[in-house]
């Protein structure tokens, strides 16, 4: 059994299942953690979630992200009067909602 491997705390995967995971992913991942540079995890995100604004004037604001424009930016979109008004934020500003 893989678990019984020295320093195997457990597998990935889903629904009781292992999970591939592609040696470029695996690579990356090791580079990061080799490079010195600060590093955390973070919340993965993807349209439609209902994330909250954590920074700046906006903070406290739920809305949904709407749209991904890069590494770095995010549109999020607040319901407001049966309107929507989107505004352009840093990923950092923003975490998943509860």
């Known amino acids: 059994m893989v678990l019984t491997i020295p320093g195997t705390i457990r597998l ?9 995971i592609l040696d470029h992913e ?4 090791q580079r990061i953690s080799s490079s010195g540079m ?10 439609g979630q209902k994330v909250r604004i954590t920074a700046g004037p ?3 604001i739920i809305g949904v992200l709407s749209q ?8 999020v979109t607040v319901e407001l009067i049966m309107r ?7 990923v950092s500003d923003v975490t998943l909602a509860a």
Do not use: F, T
């Not at 695996?26 to 991942?29: H, L, S």
């Not at 991904?68 to 549109?75: K, M, P």
């Not at 929507?84 to 840093?90: A, N, Q, T, Y």
């Open 12 to 20: 990935v995967g889903m629904a009781g299942k292992p999970s591939v």
């Open 26 to 29: 695996i690579e990356a991942i």
């Open 38 to 47: 600060a590093a955390a995890p973070y919340p993965y995100m993807c349209a």
């Open 58 to 60: 906006l903070a406290g």
């Open 68 to 75: 991904v424009e890069s590494n770095y930016r995010l549109i």
């Open 84 to 90: 929507s008004i989107s505004v352009e934020l840093g």
